[in-house]
Antibody, heavy 118, light 110 residues
Framework: EVQLVESGGGLVQPGGSLRLSCAAS????????MNWVRQAPGKGLEWVSY????????YYADSVKGRFTISRDNAKNSLYLQMNSLRAEDTAVYYC???????????WGQGTLVTVSS | QSALTQPRSVSGSPGQSVTISCTGT?????????VSWYQQHPGKAPKLMIY???KRPSGVPDRFSGSKSGNTASLTISGLQAEDEADYYC??????????FGGGTKLTVL
């Protein structure tokens, strides 16, 4: 069974930093591309970032480019999102999501809440 | 990276059919046959219901179907059931490994 478990969310002040983690199990993590997707409270889904299976190809949404960094450790079956210069509008539940064929998302974690507030 | 356009809400009675539209551009929906649909119940993670415009993952009832014409994709749910009440999101590949989601549609089963 595919399992994706996010952690690392919490309350952070504007301008601060946070690192999210996603532990993957139930599939060969190193063979799959991965994404981060977020959902602001009461709002829709927003794609944040993509990383290839090897980590060599990375893309970001314009809204986070230059502030967020996606990475992975295939030896640890883990995906990460380093978030810097956080803003109030970054407040959201952040989902770790498995990709297939580099075009669509098939499995999602349960999400971790990030709140940016003073 | 503008969001795809979905109706804010749709409704139907048990047993009826409803269709949710998802309008994008030639750079996303119209340019690729990589449209997916997700069901999200309150407080839960999204669940994949349709991929590649019209394909259903194993375990998804055949009451759910997808289609596309030009820059607009559609999700049709036939034989509505109470458990279908949820938010539905479309998503399209937009090139260079990027994706764009719709704003979401709240389905109410009357």
């Amino acid at each position: 069974e595919v399992q994706l478990v996010e952690s690392g969310g919490g309350l952070v002040q504007p301008g601060g930093s946070l690192r999210l983690s996603c532990a993957a199990s139930g599939f060969t993590f190193s063979s799959y591309e991965m994404n981060w997707v977020r959902q602001a409270p009461g709002k829709g889904l927003e794609w944040v970032s993509y990383i290839s299976s090897s980590g060599s190809t990375i893309y970001y949404a314009d809204s986070v480019k230059g502030r967020f960094t996606i990475s992975r450790d295939n030896a640890k079956n883990s995906l990460y999102l380093q978030m810097n210069s956080l803003r109030a509008e970054d407040t959201a539940v952040y989902y770790c999501a498995r990709d297939f064929r580099g075009t669509q998302i098939d499995y999602w974690g349960q999400g971790t809440l990030v709140t940016v507030s003073s | 990276q503008s969001a795809l356009t979905q109706p804010r809400s749709v409704s139907g009675s048990p047993g009826q059919s409803v269709t949710i539209s998802c309008t994008g551009t030639s750079s996303d929906v119209g340019g690729y046959n990589y449209v997916s649909w997700y069901q999200q119940h309150p407080g839960k993670a999204p669940k994949l219901m349709i991929y590649d415009v019209s394909k259903r993952p194993s375990g998804v009832p055949d009451r759910f179907s997808g289609s596309k014409s030009g820059n607009t994709a559609s999700l049709t749910i036939s034989g509505l059931q109470a458990e279908d009440e949820a938010d539905y999101y479309c998503c399209s590949y937009a090139g260079s490994y990027t994706r764009v989601f719709g704003g979401g549609t709240k389905l109410t089963v009357l």
